[in-house]
């Protein structure tokens, strides 16, 4: 498995039925594992306001911002009208669209590509499972480690299950439409402190919010 997110998984999500999904600002979209297991996608949630439990993100953000996989960008825009410097990042074109529409800034790229103020972000996000970018959360990690100023935040939604794994999934509409297979981690909050601390980040708090946990590293 590479330590950098492939063109190959990069092109799954920029490809149909994902940018469908994010054009129509609904689903029903999932990630397939090879064994057949399905994980529903929050299109819907993706593509609306912030909500109850991103909204205690918001609030623990601190100095410029950047957001990794921003998706549509409900929170790179919310953060623009808080007054943040902000900034998305995401692989799909659709939604760098989507988050420039909505009012915020973003780059269609990955997050191993090089970016602006590297070093010099305040809080950098990893929200909505994109800790699994790449299939690698070590080297997922180690870069964000590169992004964030020293004494910065990293933000990271992790499952609520106490899970560890790296998986070949595809994107699927449910219907037939599907991406090509991509490699993707899913990760606990105890399995995200483990591998935390080998790439330079102390773990500071975890919560959980509208049935959704976060935990709160810095750098």
Same mark, same amino acid.
């Given at each position: 498995?590479?330590?950098?997110?492939?063109? +190959?998984?990069?092109?799954?999500?920029?490809?149909?039925?994902?940018?469908?999904?994010?054009?129509? =600002?609904? =689903?029903?979209?999932?990630?397939?594992?090879?064994?057949?297991?399905?994980?529903?996608?929050?299109?819907?949630?993706?593509?609306?306001?912030?909500?109850?439990?991103?909204?205690?993100?918001?609030?623990?953000?601190? =100095?410029?911002?950047?957001?990794?996989?921003?998706?549509?960008?409900?929170?790179?825009?919310?953060? +623009?009208?808080?007054?943040?410097?902000?900034?998305?990042?995401?692989?799909?074109?659709?939604?760098?669209?989507?988050?420039?529409?909505?009012?915020?800034?973003?780059?269609?790229?990955?997050?191993?590509?090089?970016?602006?103020?590297?070093?010099?972000?305040?809080?950098?996000?990893?929200?909505?499972?994109?800790?699994?970018?790449?299939?690698?959360?070590?080297?997922?990690?180690?870069?964000?480690?590169?992004?964030?100023?020293?004494?910065?935040?990293?933000?990271?939604?992790?499952?609520?299950?106490?899970?560890?794994?790296?998986?070949?999934?595809?994107?699927?509409?449910?219907?037939?439409?599907?991406?090509?297979?991509?490699?993707?981690?899913?990760?606990?909050?105890? +399995?995200?402190?483990?591998?935390?601390?080998?790439?330079?980040?102390?773990?500071?708090?975890?919560?959980?919010?509208?049935?959704?946990?976060?935990?709160?590293?810095?750098?």
């Amino acid at each position: 498995m590479t330590a950098q997110l492939t063109e +190959a998984a990069a092109g799954a999500w920029r490809a149909d039925p994902y940018a469908d999904a994010l054009r129509a =600002g609904q =689903g029903p979209l999932y990630l397939r594992r090879h064994d057949g297991w399905l994980l529903p996608l929050e299109v819907e949630r993706w593509c609306a306001e912030p909500d109850a439990a991103d909204s205690t993100v918001l609030a623990r953000c601190t =100095g410029p911002v950047l957001d990794l996989g921003c998706g549509p960008g409900r929170l790179v825009a919310a953060l +623009a009208r808080l007054g943040h410097t902000a900034l998305g990042v995401d692989v799909t074109p659709e939604a760098v669209t989507r988050t420039v529409r909505a009012g915020g800034s973003a780059l269609c790229r990955s997050v191993f590509d090089p970016l602006p103020r590297e070093g010099g972000w305040g809080t950098v996000l990893l929200i909505d499972g994109n800790i699994g970018i790449g299939g690698d959360p070590g080297a997922l990690l180690r870069r964000t480690a590169e992004l964030t100023a020293s004494g910065g935040s990293l933000l990271v939604e992790v499952a609520t299950a106490d899970v560890d794994e790296r998986v070949r999934v595809r994107v699927e509409d449910g219907t037939g439409g599907r991406g090509a297979s991509f490699w993707w981690a899913r990760l606990g909050s105890r +399995a995200l402190h483990a591998e935390a601390g080998a790439a330079g980040w102390t773990p500071c708090d975890t919560w959980q919010a509208a049935g959704r946990r976060f935990v709160h590293l810095t750098h």
